[in-house]
């Protein structure tokens, strides 16, 4: 595991410029999913939009009503995922400066299946879905396609087998849940009868070469507060209380600017190519969809070999709301803009399950959730 110091790096060269910030009067929390009250993502969510606030040095209004209009008050919203356009403009969200996270025009392009193309011009697709899009960024992903109906998803089995064993991934899964590594196409059949009514059709699935000796990297971009910072780093695994290796946090390299200034900075080799990987998808998408508005932009990019040895890196999904390295980013953000001159630093979070945490880690969750048990969510921000 990598390891889990936060140190802070002064460099006497020019930071990169602050954005002119948009001040709001107030900072809320806002519910998308419908998890439990008492779960450990409603209590991270909160405690996010806290910080958030703290750094906007203004007041933290709580959780936003489900069914609460526009107003007058200037609202800043941490939304605990990406919004359509239409509940954006309900809450009075005008653009990426408005929230913590991001606003797309269509639901599937806030999902991993929007990574990889469809088997065939003629498969079904939702309304508003680009195959050209989808197949230009298979320079910048790993080799996997999307379906949306059984048949489809059956076809692109079939196709990408010939490479190795391959993984279905549901766009609903989070944290590396709601994926199977498939033995066969028995598999593949047994796992789609499995799926609620209508979820291929509403959500779609993604079929992706499985990889070995796999790492995995973070690389993003987050606007808040009148700052803009990039990063890049690895995630740690950890296993849930069944044994299953899960998300366990993640260990951040970051520094003031952009995507763009980062993959043109001096990288490690491999990180390069995971930068350059996830800077190409961002451009690519939001040339596609200039109506994308995202504040906060998140990509997992891994790096592994298939069967044949052969060694590919690419985006295995983009993430535009708060996520499991958000707490490590905004630790960032404080410290950049309580220190003017700092312009990198290195950050990490962790997620442990039925074991507490180190002795001066920041806990931002400790308790046990009605769905995982119990579990310690903390991130540690000292210099060295």
């Not at 680009?130 to 080799?143: D, E, I, K, N």
């Not at 001096?266 to 109506?291: K, M, N, S």
């Not at 001159?341 to 399950?353: Q, V, Y």
């Amino acid at each position: 595991m990598v390891a889990m110091d936060v140190t802070l790096e002064a460099e006497a060269a020019r930071a990169a410029p602050v954005l002119a910030p948009s001040m709001p009067e107030q900072v809320l929390a806002y519910a998308v999913r419908s998890g439990p009250e008492d779960g450990h993502e409603r209590a991270t969510h909160e405690w996010i939009a806290r910080e958030v606030a703290e750094l906007f040095d203004v007041a933290y209004g709580g959780m936003a009503d489900r069914q609460r209009q526009a107003t007058r008050a200037t609202t800043y919203y941490v939304p605990d995922d990406t919004l359509c356009s239409d509940a954006a403009a309900a809450l009075g969200i005008d653009g990426a400066c408005d929230l913590l996270g991001g606003v797309v025009p269509l639901p599937f392009l806030a999902t991993k299946v929007v990574v990889h193309p469809l088997v065939a011009a003629d498969a079904a697709q939702p309304p508003g879905w680009s195959q050209s899009l989808a197949l230009a960024l298979r320079s910048c992903t790993l080799p996997g396609l999307s379906a949306f109906c059984t048949e489809d998803a059956m076809r692109a089995h079939a196709r990408l087998a010939d490479g190795g064993r391959t993984r279905l991934k549901l766009p609903t899964g989070i944290g590396g849940r709601g994926q199977w590594l498939l033995e066969s196409a028995s598999d593949l059949a047994r796992h789609l009868a499995a799926l609620p009514d209508n979820y291929l059709a509403t959500h779609g699935v993604v079929l992706e070469r499985h990889l070995e000796r796999v790492v995995t990297y973070s690389v993003g971009e987050t606007e808040c507060a009148g700052m803009r910072i990039a990063y890049h780093g690895t995630q740690a695994l950890t296993e849930d209380r069944e044994g299953r290796e899960v998300y366990g946090g993640s260990d951040l390299r970051v520094q003031r600017g952009g995507l763009d200034e980062l993959a043109a900075s001096r990288l490690p080799p491999r990180a390069g190519v995971a930068v350059r990987a996830a800077r190409d998808f961002d451009r690519a998408i939001r040339q596609a969809y200039p109506d994308l508005r995202v504040s906060r932009r998140n990509y997992d990019v891994a790096c592994g070999v298939d069967a044949q040895g052969q060694a590919f890196c690419g985006v295995l999904e983009q993430s535009w709301r708060i996520g499991g390295a958000t707490p490590a980013e905004l630790a960032a953000l404080r410290a950049f803009q309580r220190e003017p001159a700092l312009t990198r630093l290195h950050a990490c979070t962790r997620e442990l399950h039925g074991r507490p945490a180190p002795a001066g880690a920041e806990v931002y969750y400790a308790g046990d959730d009605p769905r995982l048990g119990p579990l310690v969510k903390y991130r540690i921000s000292h210099r060295s």
